[in-house]
């Protein structure tokens, strides 16, 4: 069942209903300033850092779910609705929620009454706009209250959840223009030079800034007091909870359209700038920004310049095929995604608090991969950014803060596949640039600049950092957990409650993982080809060599038969393996091995993709690991605890899907590529909405697999390193577009539903127009560039501002 559809025109999804399977969101913002909003207009903002700066309040895991946001009540007579059908939930006449790029809009209409609420961040503001447009299509005069809300949240979003005692007492707000704009300046007068603001472009018949005032004590948001009497109190918060509201009383005749713009911004003041006067904040920030959004011709503009700035990124990587649903997914969607875990790693979505986690180490090279084409720049700076959270001795932290951009001790480091994926990312992004300037950066260790390196010596240490670390076998060492944060090997908890990533209660040095070697055999090369570049040949010969020796371990000693082994456990026992009682296969070194390359000439790559196939494939996509988990495992940590069926414990993990789908193509098998991307890819399951659950436009985390209660049930959608994976695996395998370092490879190994297809790729300021004619026997692809022939399969970079013209016949 469908609850939408997509309009591929103008870059939109359309749901036709407030009561999707779950909440479909969108995110607004693109540089510092983020928010979320669901279809039903609940969801919060904030600056740059979801727990540290949080500006509205919300709350999880609550009854009913999706709880506060951004609402607007009308008040007609005594009707009271939401245009976005929530809280209220007045049955509308009509309802439509827009989710486009970087912006969404709810109309809702009742008794002939439309109201619109477009919602977007200004490219290269810190506000959100809500520009409320109300049509009158009936043919009487009418008159009706508008009422606006949110709640502030206290800054610090964790401390916000908890914190009560103190909380309820500091709430400040200030007030101007008899409420048209409310400041909200809790903690100003001491340590913060910021604060947020929510403004309306008309004059406002009153205002409420406390939430108990406004609600009621024992009401909910479907029924504020205020609204129900019709009759702001004017109310001034004084600690408890800020909220800011406006009421409007507004009068339109039959067809008669207005428009309002309301601002929620966020400002910063220079320390010695912040008061106007005794207790009154400094207010010229925030009027200049409100004075660039106070009309209806401004707020056009900037939202034609998002469009704008959307369109200008997309143009960097867009197909032509027979097929919409891969079109939309390849041009708009997964790239769009693809921005938004680079944005948020994976701390802020309706799966994930925004107080939990900071920038993931692995994460965020990973997102690198889907986003690096689309602003290479940020993406230097994101890698400069990962490398200083290294230690010296190559390990990393887990995970670092985005505001502070500092390791976050809480959550631990000696996750031994860490740094591999910092030489990933920075080969891709040189791949994506030619800047190999990067490699020279001084780049410091733990934060600590007097301990800076170059970021080629950063990937030396990343590097060495396995050979460091080898175990019994001449493998690497898991450490806490590899990409897998749920194979804890040297983690045996029975204490209830505990971290699985933090406990490290034996001291094992015997823990080996399959995965890390398939990753040093795939990945080592890219930082020979670095420092052979620099002119270290010597180095990269050692590179080479120690590359050669692992990926004869893996066939020596990471063979099963017919599969690559995960692991070898604490006591040196195989994890992985025919003779384990339950999860005998994984997934994972099945797709990074046969990336590597491992076993392609001899046979064993096959093999292990067909084991695949047998033991792994479902109809939802492939599942971790198989038989499924059913008994604690205790020297094996947290993988063991899920039920059968969901995230790491034989779930379809999305991310690891599109490894297996690359793996097919090294070994030249289109068609099962093929067919693991269509399970799995969104668009293709708008039709199973109401099993799916999560958005038909982006990838979820993590698919429930075959033992699974409710198999083919998604959840934790929007961040997850399946984005990228997934761009990167269409976009450079399937439709086999890829930068190299001396030029574009194109090298398809597509389905031969597909006949033909046309790929428009930038690369380094130039535009490679591809025309793919394709038989489907991904063997043996032959390239004209501008009508001559070439031998090989990669198109030498043309210079900037040229357009070259490529025709592959496959
Ligand atoms: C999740 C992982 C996550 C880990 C640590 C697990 O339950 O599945 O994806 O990294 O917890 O928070
Ligand atoms: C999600 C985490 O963010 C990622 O780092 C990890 O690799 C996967 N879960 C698998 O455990």
């Avoid at 969404?104 to 409320?132: D, Q, W």
């Avoid at 038989?627 to 205790?634: G, I, M, N, S």
């Amino acid at each position: 069942m469908r609850f939408g559809q997509f309009d591929d025109e103008n870059k939109e999804y359309v749901i036709h209903t407030p009561r999707t399977p779950y909440p479909w969101i969108n995110y607004l913002g693109s540089e510092e300033f983020f928010g979320l909003v669901s279809n039903q207009a609940g969801g919060y903002c904030f600056f740059r850092d979801a727990k540290l700066r949080r500006l509205t309040r919300y709350r999880y895991n609550n009854v009913p779910t999706d709880d506060g946001g951004r609402y607007f009540y009308v008040k007609e007579g005594d009707t009271v609705w939401n245009p976005s059908w929530g809280p209220v939930k007045t049955e509308l006449d009509a309802y439509e929620c827009r989710h486009g790029l970087g912006y969404s809009r709810i109309t809702g209409k009742k008794n002939g009454l439309s109201v619109s609420m477009l919602f977007f961040v200004p490219v290269g503001k810190t506000c959100e706009v809500h520009a409320v447009t109300l049509k009158n299509e009936s043919s009487q005069k009418k008159s009706f209250q508008l009422f606006s809300f949110l709640e502030w949240c206290l800054w610090n979003a964790e401390d916000d959840m908890t914190n009560f005692q103190r909380n309820y007492s500091t709430g400040e707000v200030e007030i101007t223009g008899g409420g048209q704009t409310i400041y909200h300046k809790t903690e100003f007068k001491e340590r913060r030079n910021h604060y947020a603001f929510y403004h309306v472009n008309a004059p406002v018949a009153g205002y409420d800034t406390d939430r108990e005032t406004f609600i009621g004590l024992y009401n909910g948001f479907h029924e504020p007091q205020v609204v129900l009497e019709g009759k702001s109190r004017n109310s001034k918060a004084a600690g408890w909870s800020p909220v800011a509201s406006q009421c409007l009383e507004i009068t339109l005749g039959p067809g008669e359209t207005k428009e309002l713009s309301f601002v929620l911004g966020y400002i910063e003041v220079d320390k010695s700038q912040k008061w106007e006067s005794k207790s009154v904040i400094n207010k010229k920030p925030a009027l200049d920004m409100i004075a660039t959004l106070d009309s209806k011709a401004k707020v056009d503009a900037e939202l034609a310049k998002l469009k704008d700035y959307w369109k200008n990124l997309l143009s960097g990587y867009s197909v032509k095929s027979s097929d919409d649903k891969l079109d939309r997914m390849v041009n708009i969607w997964n790239q769009y995604q693809c921005m938004v875990t680079f944005n948020m790693s994976r701390s802020a979505s309706f799966f994930e608090s925004g107080i939990g986690r900071g920038m993931g180490f692995r994460d965020s090279n990973q997102d690198l991969l889907g986003f690096v084409h689309l602003i290479p720049e940020r993406a230097r700076q994101r890698i400069l950014d990962i490398a200083a959270t290294q230690f010296e001795d190559g390990s990393a932290y887990h995970q670092y803060q985005p505001l502070t951009k500092r390791g976050n001790n809480a959550i631990g480091s000696g996750f031994n596949d860490d740094p591999l994926w910092l030489i990933l990312g920075v080969a891709a992004y040189i791949k994506e640039s030619g800047d190999f300037s990067i490699l020279d950066e001084q780049v410091a260790f733990d934060n600590d600049e007097s301990k800076s390196k170059s970021l080629l010596e950063h990937c030396k240490r990343s590097f060495d950092h396995v050979l460091h670390n080898i175990g019994p076998n001449g493998l690497p060492l898991i450490g806490r957990a590899d990409w897998n944060d749920c194979l804890n090997l040297n983690c045996f908890s029975e204490t209830p409650g505990e971290s699985f990533q933090t406990t490290e209660n034996r001291e094992g040095r015997t823990a080996e993982s399959i995965f890390i070697a398939g990753m040093f055999v795939s990945i080592g090369p890219m930082y020979a080809d670095m420092v052979e570049r620099k002119g270290d040949k010597a180095e990269g010969e050692r590179v080479r060599n120690e590359v050669r020796k692992m990926e004869r371990v893996v066939l020596d000693k990471g063979w099963d038969g017919d599969w690559f082994l995960r692991a070898y456990d604490f006591f040196g026992k195989k994890v992985g393996s025919k003779g384990n009682k339950e999860a005998k296969i994984f997934i994972e070194p099945q797709g990074y091995c046969v990336m590597a390359g491992i076993g392609v000439a001899s046979g064993e790559a096959k093999k292990a993709l067909d084991s695949v196939k047998e033991y792994l494939d479902c109809p939802y996509g492939i599942v971790l690991n198989n038989p499924a988990f059913t008994e604690y495992v205790l020297e094996y940590g947290e993988i063991s605890t899920y039920p059968a069926g969901y995230k790491e414990n034989a779930g379809i993990f999305c991310h690891n899907n599109p490894w297996i789908m690359i793996a097919e193509t090294v070994i030249g098998r289109p068609e099962r590529a093929w067919e693991y991307y269509k399970k799995i890819c969104p668009s293709y399951l708008e039709e199973i909405s109401d099993l799916h659950r999560t958005e038909p436009y982006v990838y979820a985390q993590m698919i429930a697999g075959k033992d699974a209660v409710k198999p083919g049930e998604a959840k934790n959608s929007w961040l997850t390193g399946t984005g990228s994976w997934n761009f990167v695996a269409i976009s450079q395998y399937l439709l086999g577009v890829r930068p190299e370092w001396d030029g574009l490879v194109v090298q398809p190994c597509m389905t031969k539903e597909i006949a033909e297809y046309k790929v428009v790729r930038r690369a380094r300021g130039a535009t490679y127009e591809i025309t793919v004619k394709n038989s489907g026997q991904a063997a043996s692809a032959k390239l004209t560039v501008n009508g001559k022939p070439i031998e090989g399969n990669q198109v030498p970079y043309a210079p900037a501002g040229s357009t070259v013209s490529v025709l592959c016949e496959v």
